[in-house]
Nanobody, 119 residues
C-alpha cells in the first residue's frame, strides 16, 4: 500500500555534496515521521536523520552541521542534503517512513540508494 522510492545516490569525492530524494506513495497519514537510515558494509544500520510531521528533527552526531533534512508534504517527499561528504559517509541510504496510529506504529522502507565517497 505504501511505497518509498529513493534517488540521488552516486559516487562523489570527499568534500562534495549530494541530495537524496524519497518519494512516498499510497495511503499516508499526516502523522508520520520520515527520514533516512544508512548501512555501511560490516556495520549496523544507523539513523542518519528524521523529521516529524510537526517539524522536529533528529541528526546523528556524525552528520550534524553537514546534512540537512527537509520535507515537502504536498509531494509526500523527504530530502537529505548531504554536504562536505566524507569517506565514512559511504553506505546504502534507506528512506524510512513511520506511521503513527492510536495504538501502534507501522514502518516502511525504500529499496536503498548507494552513496560512495571516495577520492
Amino acid at each position: 500500500q505504501v511505497q518509498l522510492v529513493e534517488s540521488g545516490g552516486g559516487l562523489v569525492q570527499p568534500g562534495e555534496s549530494l541530495r537524496l530524494s524519497c518519494a512516498a506513495s499510497g495511503s499516508i497519514s499526516k502523522f508520520n515521521t520520515m527520514g533516512w537510515y544508512r548501512q555501511a558494509p560490516g556495520k549496523e544500520r544507523e539513523l542518519v536523520s528524521d523529521k516529524t510531521y510537526s517539524g522536529s528533527t533528529t541528526y546523528a552526531e556524525s552528520v550534524k552541521g553537514r546534512f540537512i533534512i527537509s520535507r515537502d508534504d504536498a509531494k509526500n517527499a523527504v530530502y537529505l542534503q548531504m554536504n562536505s561528504l566524507k569517506p565514512e559517509d559511504t553506505a546504502v541510504y534507506y528512506c524510512w517512513l513511520r506511521l503513527a496510529f492510536a495504538s501502534y506504529t507501522k514502518e516502511f522502507w525504500g529499496q536503498g540508494t548507494q552513496v560512495t565517497v571516495s577520492s
